[in-house]
């Protein structure tokens, strides 16, 4: 497999062509590199005082890495994943990865933190003073709804989360510690809905921790399901979360306590209870 590079040595750019192939006395694969001559004039000299072009090949190669990753943990197990996979898949030399990654773990943390500073992005955010009733009705339906649709956009990454849960004790510690920072920073926003009159509540720190619980076996299930969350279940854990919050009455009058889950939403329920793995892992594990 050849590609195209450009080399600058001060203010020149030269062309190479670099090849990889397979020492047959050693079996490791090496790179040559043949020498196709000067860059064109947009690419090659600079005058004096013109600035150089930024080289941005080692970021370009560094995100190909990250996103060959990503199309092979959507196909296969992540233990089934190796560096030399991902520079097959990115469409480079094996020896390539290791200029940007330590090993397959390095690379799957790269891509598993641009997930998560994708869905930062997108989350909504409960620093905000507390509005009327029904904007933090609003404010926080839109957040369990987001966050409910995560699964289906980044099925490989999450899976492969979840798969290297099982053996990589760094991650579950930093998973448990995301988790407490989200209880408390929900728990917090509770609190400040209680201050304000909006809502009654015993345990903001207790409610806040079984509703994320719920959310997480939710969000767990499709993900190791490899498959999108039931509409009705998403709509199951948004009312329950309406209910269990703000109280909200039935038309005869009833209170939230009183109605019935819905069996998915149940079991989820369960699930977690059960001693199931409940962190949301992602996003991040910091409600904002």
């Not at 050849?2 to 203010?11: N, Q, T, Y």
């Not at 490899?226 to 199951?236: E, H, Q, S, Y």
Request: net charge positive; charged share 25%.
């Amino acid at each position: 497999m050849a590609h195209e590079v450009i080399k600058r040595v001060g203010r020149r750019a030269y062309r190479y062509q670099v090849e990889s192939y397979r020492d047959r006395t050693t079996h490791k694969v090496r790179s040559r590199w043949t020498y196709l001559g000067v860059a064109d004039a947009a690419a090659g000299s600079l005058g004096p005082g013109e600035p150089r072009a930024p080289r941005r090949e080692a970021s370009a190669t560094r995100e190909g890495l990250i996103d060959a990753f990503e199309r092979l943990a959507e196909r296969l197990p992540y233990a089934a994943v190796t560096a030399g996979a991902v520079a097959r898949e990115a469409g480079l030399a094996h020896g390539t990865f290791y200029r940007h990654f330590k090993d397959k773990r390095a690379v799957f943390v790269a891509a598993l933190d641009r997930v998560r500073a994708e869905f930062d992005r997108e989350k909504p955010s409960f620093d905000a003073p507390c509005g009327t009733l029904a904007e933090e009705r609003a404010r926080v339906r839109a957040w369990v709804e987001a966050l409910l649709l995560k699964p289906g956009e980044h099925p490989g990454v999450l899976h492969a989360f979840f798969e290297a849960l099982e053996n990589d004790e760094e991650l579950r510690a930093e998973r448990g510690a995301r988790r407490n920072e989200r209880v408390a920073a929900f728990g917090a926003y509770l609190k400040g809905l209680a201050e304000t009159g909006i809502i009654a509540v015993v345990s903001a720190d207790g409610l806040a921790a079984a509703l994320l619980a719920l959310v997480d076996a939710v969000f767990r299930a499709a993900v190791v399901e490899r498959v999108t969350v039931d509409p009705l279940l998403a709509a199951g854990a948004v009312d329950v979360f309406d209910r269990a919050i703000f109280q909200v009455c039935a038309p005869d009058g009833s209170v939230a306590s009183a109605t019935v889950l819905p069996t998915g939403v149940a079991n989820a329920m369960r699930v977690a209870s059960a001693g199931g793995s409940t962190t949301p892992s992602l996003p991040d594990s910091k409600v904002q």
